[in-house]
């Protein structure tokens, strides 16, 4: 039989059990949409996450001061870290810039809450922070009388007046907070506007967003906690950077020896996460929420295809004599077979084409309702598609292959006689 | 000059769980081209098993069958299959249309399994036109009446030009009226050259027939030749 002629008989036989043939569609369209939803979620998160890492800087090293992982759980350092120490790791062979970061305080806009945040001129560097306008902290701020400030892109397009431009003054009320320093009075402090930073990725795991950040000098930081002299003074961690992204383990090495050749402990001390830790962080991460993934798409794929099979069973057992005419009219059981697999998979593409739709408006629906959502981009929704899709029906088939061979196998004289 | 089928000392065994029935004992028969043959005889007796056996749909516990002077027994699925297709036609007690399919498409699907006919809509056509069914080639069968659809199978059986055309009853779900108009058709089409054998309960329809068999338990019973 001609492969055109047996695509278009086997379509025309859709026609036939309308009901049944819309419940397997419906069972593959639930597939897809689950698949979808679920495993399209899972690689948009990863997506996101991976992509934040990247743009977090290109080849950056973080170093705490106290313990943490790039999970969460922070515990406080038994020794915290101190400002000339982490200058000094500048001198270190595989490092190219580094700046310490000091938390002064933090700003409340409304439900919204944003970090005063010191930090040298080689932030910048390290922290690939690009500016929008303006320029970044440098020394020859220190002496100014108001608070020099360079403010994270939300600060400057959300919370403030949009109209805000470099050389602003701002007057805001400061609730001062240091891990190391305590708690202090909240204050009216005033703040000149030296810069506006463009938007970039939140790094995930190291709790705050760089867009919701005043950044200014480590003078100005410290003198909020009357700290004076800067050499002594704690840091809550630093941002370092390599030259390439090759050198990250050998100068995470460096930093580690270097810490606690000056007295600081691994254990109890700092922590040092360079952007390879965190994108390995991530795959560990996803390669368990991946496994289990897969054992639901495998039960979801399973119960799909099984639809088809209990449908094709049905088919073939009803349509015993009309197998058995096909045959009388020179039908091959090659012939037959082909027949009933085309037959499943039309119905796995109908359950295929419309879930993928269906899906496609079910995420952009669910975006509205679920934050998580926001990551299944479409090139995400595509990715996904091209894994699940070529699952749904190759499993549909496998599964369709049985009543098929079963179809092919009847006796056409038995058939014939089937009431 | 020997026959287009031959069936020599054929028997037929179906197993029936532990029980085994002698459908066909020893069964002879010569069909020469041109025949009009009628297959009597009670239920039971292997009119079926018989015409399935012309038919090249079942093969025989022994004895052997031929085909246009080939011994069947030797050829595959597939060549039955070819063989069927393409020289063979069948029409049903139960008509046997497809039921997603129109008239026309039904007809049309013959040729789907051989690659005699070039133009199979086209073919299709005609044969419905000469079965008077112009007007009803785009209906569904369950849009046809049982006369109709008759028709319609016999459209399709004719759709490959074949040597042979066989018919389990083709009268059995059919008004009187109806079955002399079928076996006008079988007529004509006998006179233009087929080959007709006809398995049947209507007396009217075997006494048409040149020849007819008796068949009784499996055997034939009498032979009768009116000289058509």
């Given amino acids: 039989m001609k492969l055109r002629k047996a695509i278009s008989y086997s379509s025309r036989n859709l026609s036939r059990n309308k009901l049944r043939n819309s419940m397997v569609i419906m069972g593959i369209i639930l597939s897809v949409i689950l698949g979808g939803v679920v495993i399209g979620v899972v690689n948009g998160i990863k997506e996101y996450y991976t992509s934040s890492i990247y743009e977090a800087g290109f080849n950056v090293i973080f170093v705490i001061s106290g313990k943490t992982g790039v999970g969460g759980g922070f515990y406080p350092a038994a020794k915290p870290l101190i400002v000339s120490d982490v200058r000094e790791l500048k001198n270190l062979p595989d490092i190219k810039a580094v700046s310490p970061l000091f938390i002064a305080g933090v700003f409340r806009f409304g439900d919204n809450v944003t970090y005063l945040i010191g930090a040298d001129e080689d932030l910048s560097l390290s922290a690939s922070l690009t500016l929008y306008k303006g320029r970044f902290v440098n020394s020859n701020d220190s002496s100014s009388q108001a608070i020099p400030v360079v403010l994270g892109y939300n600060i400057w397009q959300y919370f403030l007046n949009q109209s805000i431009n470099i050389n602003s003054d701002l007057n805001l009320l400061l609730e001062p907070y240091s891990l190391t320093y305590g708690k202090g009075n909240p204050k009216s402090v005033e703040l000149h506007v030296i810069g506006l930073l463009d938007k970039r990725a939140q790094v995930p795991g190291l709790g705050i967003d760089p867009n919701n950040v005043f950044f200014t000098d480590l003078v100005h930081a410290y003198k909020i906690f009357n700290v004076t002299d800067l050499s002594k003074a704690y840091v809550d961690g630093a941002v370092a950077s390599t030259p390439s992204f090759q050198d990250l383990d050998n100068a995470s090495n460096e930093i580690v020896s270097f810490l606690e050749s000056k007295g600081y402990s691994e254990k109890t001390d700092f922590t040092v996460i360079s952007q390879k830790d965190a994108l390995r962080y991530i795959d560990r991460v996803f390669v368990q929420i991946n496994n289990f993934i897969n054992v639901i798409w495998a039960v979801v794929l399973t119960i799909g295809s099984l639809s088809v099979l209990i449908v094709m069973v049905i088919t073939v057992r009803e349509r015993y004599k009309e197998i058995g005419t096909l045959r009388s009219l020179g039908a091959r059981r090659s012939d037959i077979m082909i027949l009933f697999l085309l037959e499943a998979s039309w119905l796995s593409i109908l359950g295929i084409v419309l879930g993928s739709v269906i899906g496609i408006i079910v995420i952009e629906a669910l975006k509205q309702y679920f934050e998580f959502i926001k990551f299944v981009t479409f090139p995400v929704i595509l990715q996904t598609y091209a894994i699940i899709l070529p699952e749904i029906f190759l499993f549909s088939l496998l599964f369709a292959l049985y009543p098929a061979y079963r179809a092919a196998r009847i006796d056409p004289v038995q058939a014939l006689k089937y009431e | ?228």
């Fill in chain 2, 1 to 228: 000059m020997p026959g287009i089928i031959e069936l020599k000392e054929v028997h037929k065994i179906y197993k029936l769980g532990s029980v085994s029935v002698n459908a066909l004992n020893g069964i002879n028969l010569v069909i020469n081209k041109g025949e009009f043959i009628s297959i009597v005889g009670p239920s039971g007796s292997g009119k079926t098993t018989m015409l399935n056996l012309i038919g090249l749909l079942d093969r025989p516990t022994a004895g052997k069958v031929f085909f246009e002077s080939r011994d069947v027994s030797s050829l595959s699925d597939n060549e039955l299959s070819r063989l069927r297709a393409e020289k063979i036609g069948f029409v049903f007690q139960t008509f046997n249309l497809i039921p997603s399919l129109t008239a026309k498409e039904n007809v049309e699907l013959a040729a789907a399994f051989s690659n005699k006919v070039k133009d199979p809509e086209r073919k299709a056509e005609e044969l419905l036109e000469l079965m008077d069914l112009k007007s009803r080639m785009n209906h569904k069968p369950n849009q046809l009446s049982g006369g109709e659809q008759q028709r319609v199978a016999i459209a399709r059986a004719l759709m490959n030009d074949p040597l042979v055309l066989l018919a389990d009853e083709p009268t059995g779900n059919l008004d009187s009226k109806t079955s002399m108009e079928l076996l006008e058709i079988f007529k004509k089409l006998n006179s233009e050259g087929l080959t007709l054998v006809v398995v049947t309960h209507n007396l009217s329809i075997a006494n048409e027939a040149g020849r007819i068999i008796y068949l009784k338990d499996g055997r034939v019973e009498n032979e009768v030749k009116k000289g058509y």
